[in-house]
């Protein structure tokens, strides 16, 4: 697996033509695909419907698969309280670990075994239960109209919908965050490599190439990640927290009304940034002035 998302990737808003690069403008969207989860699930507080809450998200990131299409407001949006959930769960559960001070990297395989754990039940995070009928006695039981690996071995365990916990081993329930991660960045990921040349760039990540002296610029083997959907690059960035959960801590912009954006701390830095761009700062001040 390559060490980073491409920095080059562009997808394109769901409400315009405009094309942006994900990996430097909402380089932690997923935190904000869990959070409209979030609104979905507490909706009698809101005003505005789900649908609405949905489609503006959807305006300002892009649909989660194709971004092609005479509506990108279509079937799309019909998937996303699904996968939403599915990514709520794997994120909480990733935070649960760590404020048991669970890390993965210091505990043996024996006592992972040993430590039992009560998590929310995965099969609560997805929106129904479909039954296919194979035959006249037999049947199959999938607990969501998309794969979602977690909620499978749950059930398996002998966890039932009506549960709100599942109490389980550590080892199972790493093992389940696991196999539901792996899933999404093996389908929707691959392996490319990165610019031709060893550019430099510029604070924004943008290859600088005016005034390059040519002489010194030679050929780039590094290999990057690079997504095949807006789905997939979320669940990247979910992958590189469930690596290093003590590592990361996750925070609302100082612009956030506005931008709507989620940044990170890691324990290297020396200080939060304010702001998530230096046009974020300027609206912020802008809007203040206002006020």
């Given at each position: 697996?390559?060490?980073?998302?491409n920095?080059d990737?562009?997808?394109?808003?769901?409400?315009?033509n405009?094309?942006?690069r994900?990996?430097?403008e909402?380089p932690?969207l997923?935190?904000s695909f869990?959070a409209l989860?979030?609104?979905i699930?507490v909706?009698?507080?809101?005003?505005d419907?789900?649908?609405?809450?949905?489609?503006e998200?959807?305006?300002?990131?892009?649909r989660l698969y194709?971004?092609?299409?005479?509506d990108?407001?279509?079937?799309?949006n019909a998937?996303?309280?699904?996968?939403?959930?599915m990514?709520?769960?794997?994120?909480r559960v990733?935070?649960q670990?760590?404020?048991a001070?669970l890390?993965?990297r210091?505990?043996s395989?024996?006592e992972?075994d040993?430590i039992?754990?009560?998590?929310?039940?995965?099969?609560m995070f997805?929106?129904?239960?479909?039954t296919?009928?194979?035959?006249a006695m037999?049947?199959k039981e999938t607990?969501?109209?998309?794969?979602?690996?977690a909620?499978?071995?749950?059930?398996?365990?002998g966890?039932t919908r009506e549960?709100?916990?599942?109490?389980?081993?550590y080892?199972?329930v790493?093992?389940?965050?696991r196999a539901t991660v792996?899933?999404?960045v093996?389908?929707?990921?691959e392996?490319r490599?990165?610019?031709?040349?060893?550019l430099?760039?510029d604070?924004y990540?943008?290859m600088?190439t005016?005034?390059?002296d040519?002489?010194?610029v030679y050929h780039s083997?590094?290999?990057v990640?690079?997504?095949?959907?807006l789905c997939g690059f979320?669940?990247?960035g979910?992958?590189e927290?469930l690596?290093?959960?003590?590592?990361?801590?996750?925070?609302?912009c100082?612009?956030?009304?506005?931008?709507?954006?989620?940044?990170?701390?890691?324990?290297?830095?020396?200080?939060?940034?304010?702001?998530c761009t230096d046009?974020c700062?300027?609206?912020?001040?802008?809007a203040?002035?206002?006020?």
């Amino acid at each position: 697996m390559a060490d980073r998302i491409n920095n080059d990737w562009h997808w394109t808003r769901g409400g315009s033509n405009e094309r942006y690069r994900p990996a430097y403008e909402t380089p932690n969207l997923f935190v904000s695909f869990v959070a409209l989860y979030d609104s979905i699930e507490v909706r009698p507080q809101f005003d505005d419907p789900t649908e609405s809450r949905i489609s503006e998200w959807v305006d300002r990131y892009g649909r989660l698969y194709s971004e092609h299409g005479e509506d990108p407001r279509d079937a799309g949006n019909a998937l996303i309280p699904e996968h939403a959930g599915m990514m709520a769960w794997t994120f909480r559960v990733i935070n649960q670990f760590k404020e048991a001070d669970l890390d993965h990297r210091n505990i043996s395989i024996f006592e992972a075994d040993r430590i039992r754990l009560d998590v929310p039940n995965p099969m609560m995070f997805v929106p129904k239960v479909i039954t296919r009928y194979e035959g006249a006695m037999s049947f199959k039981e999938t607990v969501s109209s998309y794969a979602f690996p977690a909620a499978e071995m749950a059930r398996t365990s002998g966890a039932t919908r009506e549960d709100e916990l599942w109490s389980t081993a550590y080892s199972v329930v790493l093992g389940a965050v696991r196999a539901t991660v792996e899933m999404f960045v093996t389908n929707e990921t691959e392996i490319r490599f990165g610019q031709v040349w060893k550019l430099p760039r510029d604070r924004y990540g943008r290859m600088v190439t005016k005034g390059v002296d040519y002489s010194t610029v030679y050929h780039s083997q590094e290999t990057v990640t690079e997504p095949k959907s807006l789905c997939g690059f979320m669940w990247f960035g979910l992958m590189e927290y469930l690596q290093d959960p003590f590592g990361i801590e996750y925070y609302e912009c100082q612009g956030f009304d506005n931008c709507g954006q989620y940044m990170n701390k890691k324990p290297t830095s020396k200080a939060r940034r304010l702001f998530c761009t230096d046009a974020c700062r300027a609206r912020h001040k802008r809007a203040l002035k206002k006020a």
